[in-house]
């Protein structure tokens, strides 16, 4: 059995399954370049059909994670925001109905759309319960046979949070918070009184939080976001209302506690670093409360999490440490984009076409191309390249990159999910000093406090990291040991921690050859590892990656066996 997930709204995307096992998955935003891309994702399902070989007539089950008609308790939300500020209902107040209008449009016309782009369907769109998605993607694609499970956004149709027990193939709620008490519209709601752009940015506040002290935390805990028994929290929105915060209001009250908000383009201040640390707590602490909560209910020993806040790879840490799981398991595309996986996932189990559980240990679900492409890409744009055979390859470019210079690494089927896994990577040596100040001096041209993360041999993390179990998504940091710390500088973030990427023998052999020939070269099984991208969704195509790579100061070009350069005197940002 075929079924086709996906996902028409934010972060739009599309996955294919068969029998439940992945045959592709990507993200719109990739194909269309716009970061977070609310659409119908033609062209990722296109991709999906076309690793297929089938057409959408040969699907049998098309699977989209929202009931589209569940969607009162949010608009009735919004509207109560707007009664709270006339300033909000007469600027914005008509267009957030008109944007809720939209999604309810969207969904309720999909069958007609794909019929349109696609050709004839065999069957109608399944809408599905949208935390129930989540906790597919990740228990479904788990290690484990019974686990709890804990999903945690914005918002579903009409909730915030599920606390649910994963046996076997079935997903069993237990429990749920309702809207508006959202711990991830709160951690938004902040990232936006910091001036950052809300739903999208939070990552951002994220890595800021460890330059600060939480000295606001008191505050946020008693009077804005509160502990309650039996697995509850509540949302103060007469202090912090998310739909007043997203488009830049905040109450008098509020500002009372914390001070006035920061516009972007302001200067941080300290206080904006105490107040990103403070809800970074506060957020953690309220995910604690919740995953032990949990485990009284079910007595699981492990734990899947899903949903945007999963995304909170220090949260996800400190939960790993003191929740009382043995383990944890978050699959790569853990936001919205995540759900689609979720869907496909779960209609195959309610239809009983889930044959086998595949347990997803790495994340290369999308597009490859040829080294045909991958030439034309080049001679279009006039750089020089080599073709070389892989051990030589890697070689040639662990000597680059062990004298300093950036490389972009373009290798076979993009990643799913918001992390450049090895496939689409920026590659540096971790243990220069000034790598993070030359990355984004050449490249990135992002906020100099933002972390960049290692790549490292699976079995040599011990050695350098607090780490004693695999990390193959970058979804966890943790502590770098002393000793290490002076090694590789450029990795490790102020607070002494690293976000991790673990590789084994498996899951990326030619990422993997490379890191062991750098090893030879320098003693150090890693690499400093970011995404290949600047200020864009990261790069699919070789078009795309040529493009990127002609608009910064990176010294070499890697498409498949291909070594690319400039040639001499060739002006940078001519592309």
Known sequence: MLVLGLL???????????????????????????????????????????????RLSEVDAIAVPWKYWVLGRRAALALGAMLRSPTLCRVKGQRSLERLGQEWTEQATLARRLRSAFGPSRSRPAFLDHHLCHAASSFLASPFERAAVLVVDGASEAHTTMLGLGEGAQIT????????????????????????????????????????????????????????????????????????????????????????????????????????????????????????????????????????????????????????????????????????????????????????????????????????????????????????????????????????????????????????????????????????????????????????????????????FDLSVPSPFMLFTCPVLPKAKGVIPAVVHVDGTARVQTVDRDSNPKFRRLIEAFERKTGLPMLLNTSFNVNEPIVCSPEEAVQCFLKTEVEWLVLGNLLAWRPRGRVTGDA
């Open 173 to 464: 709620v237990l429990q749920r918070t309702p809207l508006p008490h959202s711990l991830g519209q709160f951690y938004a709601a902040i990232t936006s009184f910091l001036g950052f752009r809300p739903d999208h940015d939070e990552y951002i506040v994220m890595g800021l939080a460890a330059y600060g002290e939480p000295r606001f935390a008191g505050v946020l805990r008693e009077q804005v976001l509160r502990t309650q028994p039996e697995g509850d929290f509540h949302l103060n929105v007469r202090l912090l209302d998310f739909h007043l915060a997203r488009v830049g209001i905040f109450l008098p009250a509020l500002t009372r506690l914390l001070g006035g908000h920061r516009l972007a383009g302001d200067k941080i201040t300290q206080r904006h670093r105490d107040i990103a640390a403070s809800a970074q707590v506060v957020l953690e602490e309220t995910l604690l409360h919740l995953a032990r909560h949990l485990k009284r209910l079910t007595g699981a020993e492990h734990l899947c999490l899903a949903g945007g806040v999963a995304f909170n790879c220090v949260a996800n840490s400190r939960l790993r440490r003191e929740a009382g799981y043995k383990d944890i398991y978050i699959q790569p595309a853990a936001g919205d984009a995540g759900a689609a996986l979720g869907s496909a996932l779960w209609l195959s189990n309610r239809t009983g076409a889930l044959l086998q559980r595949d347990v997803m240990t790495h994340a290369y679900w999308g597009p490859q191309f040829d080294e045909a492409a991958c030439r034309r890409a080049l001679e279009r744009a006039g750089l020089m390249w080599q073709a070389m055979d892989e051990e030589d390859l890697c070689d040639r470019v662990a000597t680059e990159l062990s004298q300093g210079r950036l490389v972009f690494w373009f290798q076979g089927r993009m990643e799913w999910g918001p992390r450049a896994l090895g496939n689409r990577s920026l590659l540096a040596d971790p243990r220069r000093e000034d790598m993070r100040e030359l990355i984004n001096a050449k490249v990135k041209l992002r906020e100099p406090f933002r972390p960049f993360a290692p790549s490292v041999l699976a079995e040599r993390a011990a050695d350098f």
């Open 8 to 54: 028409n709204l934010r972060d739009a995307a599309a996955v294919l399954v068969r029998n439940g096992r992945l045959l592709a998955a990507a993200e719109e935003e990739r194909f269309v370049r716009v970061k977070h891309v609310t659409a119908l994702p033609l062209q990722a399902i296109g991709y999906c059909l076309q690793e297929a070989g089938v």
